[in-house]
C-alpha cells in the first residue's frame, strides 16, 4: 500500500513538472515565432532601405547648419518611418538589446540599460524582471498610441524596480558634496555609478553618451506634427507642460566623453533595416549634435542655437606620432585578399600605454560611396583580442574579421578614432577622402603596397616605419607579434 501511494505522489510530481516544462516550451515558441515573424517581414519588405546607405542617406545635409539642418534632419528620419505597437515592441527589444549582439536571436537574455546586468527575455513585465522605459519621459509629449510613444531609439530593456525609481526624471549630475540629498548609487540595483536626487538622474557611464543622444533624436525627430503631441526640445529648464527633456548642458558633455561604440552603431543599423526604417543620425554623424545645439552653454528655452564652433580649416591627414610615444595609435598590420576564397582577414592596431583602448575605435571606409561599412571598438573584448607588448609599453590588439570582412577595394580605408578624433588613416589600392563618419573631409594615406587575388594566403601587409608611414608586405602574417 505504501508503495502505491509513494507511486501515485511521484506520478503527481512528474505530470505537474511536465505541465511547467511544456507552458514554458509554449512561451518560448511564440516568443521566438513572433520573432520569426517579424524578421519575415523586415526582409520581405527592405529592398533597397534609403537608411542601409549612410552616405547617401544624409546627403541633403551638405552646408546646413542650426536649424536650417535641423529641420533637414526631422524631414530625413521621419521620411517613411514605421512604426509599432507597444506589445511589438517587446519583440523589438529581444534583438535590439540582446546580450548576446553576435547571435540575437538565440542569446536568452537581454541587457538593462541602468545597471548592464542580463535579465532573462521571458522575465518581461514580471516585477522581478525588466519592462520597457522610455529615456524621454512619456510625460514630456509621447501620447500612447502614437509613434513617439513606441519608437525603438527611445526605449531600452530596465530593470523594473529601478524604472519606477527613475520615473520621468530629467538627466543630469548630482553630488553628495553640493546635494545632501543625491543618492549614490541611484536604486541598489542599478550600477554602481550611477546617481539621483528629487530632479536628477545620472546613468552609468558607459551608457550616458548613448542615452544623450537618443535624446538629440527624438528633440529633431518629432515636432507636435502629431494631433496632441508636443513638439519635443531639449533644455537646461525640462518642462512637462512644454515638452522640454534635460539637462542640454549634460546631454552635451555626455555625448562628448562618451562617442558612440561599436554595439550602438550595430543597434543604430538594426532598428533601420530590420524594424524602424530609419537612423539615429548622432550615432551614425556625432559632428551634428555642435551643429545644431552648439558646443558652449546652451539657451534657457528649449530652442536651438547657432553652433559656437571656430572658424572650419582645411582637413588634413592625422600625423602619427613617434613609436616611442606613449600616447601613440595606428592601424599596424592587416590582411584583406588573397588567392581564392579570402582567409585569416584581421585588423591589427597599435594602442600606446597611456590610451585607454576603450577610447580607441577603428572605422572600415568603402571606397566606393567613402563612407562607413563597418565600426570596430577595440574595446570590445569580443572583437580585439590582446598581443604583444612592445618595448616601449604600446599593446598590440587584433581583431580577426570573417571572410570578406574587409572589403578589397580599390581605395578602402581604415581610420582610427581616440575619443572620437581621427588620429590615423590609411588607406589601400588607392586613396579617398572620406565623405561622413569622422574622418569626413580627411584625405587618407596610401599604403603604396597590395594584396591581390594572386597573393598567397597567409600573408598580410604591416607598418615598418611609422614615422616615414613605410609598409611592406609580408609573406607570413604576423597578428599580434610586433612586426620586424
Not at 514630456?140 to 524596480?161: C, E, I, S, V
Not at 551643429?291 to 582637413?315: H, Y
Not at 572620406?434 to 594584396?451: D, F, K, M, N, Q
Request: hydrophobic share 35%; glycine share 8%; aromatic share 8%.
Amino acid at each position: 500500500m505504501e508503495e502505491d501511494t509513494n507511486s501515485q505522489l511521484f506520478a503527481a510530481q512528474s505530470v505537474r513538472k511536465t505541465g511547467r516544462m511544456l507552458r514554458k516550451l509554449r512561451s518560448q515558441i511564440r516568443m521566438c515565432w513572433r520573432e520569426f515573424l517579424m524578421r519575415c517581414w523586415t526582409h520581405i519588405s527592405q529592398d533597397g532601405l534609403p537608411c542601409e546607405s549612410v552616405s547617401s542617406y544624409y546627403a541633403p545635409l551638405a552646408g546646413l547648419k542650426g536649424q536650417a539642418l535641423k529641420t533637414k534632419l526631422h524631414d530625413i528620419v521621419a521620411k517613411d518611418a514605421r512604426s509599432f505597437s507597444y506589445a511589438q515592441v517587446w519583440d523589438a527589444l529581444y534583438i535590439l538589446d540582446a546580450a548576446d549582439t553576435a547571435n540575437p536571436t538565440a542569446s536568452p537574455d537581454v541587457i538593462d540599460i541602468y545597471s548592464k546586468r542580463t535579465f532573462p527575455k521571458l522575465a518581461k513585465g514580471l516585477p522581478t524582471g525588466w519592462n520597457r522605459e522610455h529615456l524621454w519621459p512619456r510625460s514630456y509629449g509621447l501620447p500612447d498610441g502614437t509613434p513617439q510613444f513606441t519608437d525603438l531609439h527611445n526605449l531600452r530593456p530596465a530593470d523594473t524596480n529601478v524604472n519606477s525609481s527613475r520615473g520621468n526624471k530629467a538627466f543630469g549630475e548630482c553630488s553628495r558634496e553640493t546635494d545632501a540629498t543625491c543618492l549614490i548609487p541611484a536604486n541598489r540595483e542599478a550600477g554602481s555609478d550611477t546617481a539621483a536626487n528629487r530632479e536628477i538622474w545620472t546613468p552609468p557611464g558607459e551608457v550616458r553618451g548613448d542615452i544623450a543622444r537618443a535624446l538629440f533624436y527624438m528633440a529633431v525627430r518629432y515636432e507636435g506634427e502629431t494631433p496632441g503631441s508636443k513638439d519635443l526640445e531639449l533644455s537646461d529648464e525640462p518642462s512637462i507642460e512644454r515638452g522640454q527633456m534635460g539637462r542640454l548642458s549634460t546631454l552635451l558633455k555626455w555625448h562628448a566623453a562618451d562617442p558612440p561604440s561599436a554595439s550602438e552603431r550595430l543597434r543604430n543599423d538594426r532598428v533601420c533595416t530590420m524594424y524602424q526604417k530609419n537612423r539615429n543620425p548622432f550615432v551614425d554623424r556625432p559632428e551634428l549634435v555642435a551643429a545644431i545645439w552648439g558646443t558652449g552653454p546652451p539657451p534657457t528655452n528649449g530652442g536651438s542655437s547657432e553652433p559656437r564652433l571656430e572658424p572650419s580649416k582645411p582637413q588634413t591627414p592625422p600625423k602619427v606620432p613617434a613609436s616611442n610615444q606613449p600616447g601613440a595609435v595606428w592601424v599596424n598590420e592587416f590582411h584583406y585578399n588573397n588567392t581564392g576564397r579570402d582567409e585569416g582577414e584581421f585588423i591589427e592596431i597599435l594602442v600606446g600605454a597611456n590610451v585607454d583602448p576603450r577610447d580607441v575605435v577603428v572605422y572600415l571606409y568603402n571606397g566606393a560611396d567613402r563612407g562607413v561599412y563597418r565600426t570596430l571598438a577595440v574595446g570590445d573584448g569580443s572583437l580585439f583580442e590582446k598581443g604583444e607588448v612592445t618595448s616601449g609599453g604600446a599593446t598590440l590588439y587584433v581583431c580577426q574579421l570573417p571572410p570578406n570582412g574587409l572589403q578589397n577595394g580599390p581605395a578602402d580605408g581604415i581610420a582610427v578614432t581616440v575619443g572620437g578624433r581621427v588620429v590615423d588613416f590609411v588607406s589601400y589600392d588607392g586613396t579617398l577622402t572620406a565623405a561622413s563618419g569622422p574622418a569626413e573631409g580627411l584625405t587618407s594615406t596610401p599604403i603604396e603596397v597590395r594584396e591581390s587575388e594572386q597573393t598567397e594566403k597567409g600573408s598580410s601587409v604591416g607598418l615598418v616605419d611609422a614615422v616615414k608611414k613605410l609598409w611592406q608586405v609580408f609573406r607570413q602574417a604576423t597578428p599580434g607579434l610586433r612586426n620586424q
